[in-house]
């Protein structure tokens, strides 16, 4: 992942696609627990997609540690997006990245946000029916997974195999798309 940081700092949209697609899963999740008036939850997977393009660019190399940031930061983004403090969907608090200020998103960053959450709609359209029910009842309604086994006729490891694997599916998905 270190690898891509500098080239998608340089415009590298692949590099940046990597990255994106890495924090995936995070992204999904964090976007399913919230509920914001205005906000569906395609609003809030590309908030999640901003978040991490604007970690990408905020990060300082010498700090090391890309991944735990990435995740803190959006964390911190969704939250404050819940408590109002972002009055636009562009905008991003900076309460996690005070000292990097400066990065202003650009409507490439808004598009390739809004690319990916097409692609991602498009790569669950192709799940089996068992894998949209599983991966819609767990992130969209926010149902834990005993609940989904409790309502259909799998049990709770069959569930959890198959959200694990519908997300797998996703991401090489995505990723094949972006080659």
Known sequence: ?????????????????????????????ESS???????????????????????????K??????????????QLNYKALLKKEIKHHREI??????????YEFTIEDEILAFER???LYEAMDKLTEEEKMVISSFYIN????????????KSYNN????KDRAVRKLQKMLCEHNI
């Open 33 to 59: 627990k919230y509920i914001i008036k205005c906000y569906d939850y395609e609003d809030l997977v590309q908030h999640g997609y901003l978040s991490v393009i604007r970690a990408v660019n905020m990060f």
């Open 117 to 119: 959450t097409k692609e």
């Open 61 to 74: 190399e010498e700090d090391k540690f890309f991944t735990p940031y990435c995740i803190r930061a959006i």
């Open 1 to 29: 992942m270190d690898r891509f940081i500098g080239a998608a700092k340089e415009g590298d949209k692949e590099a940046l696609g990597k990255i994106i697609e890495n924090f995936m899963p995070l992204i999904l999740k």
């Open 142 to 153: 926010k149902s834990s997974l005993r609940e989904i086994a409790a309502t259909s006729d």
């Open 93 to 102: 608090p900076d309460e996690f990245m005070q000292i990097n200020k400066g």
């Open 159 to 162: 569930v959890r195999y198959l």
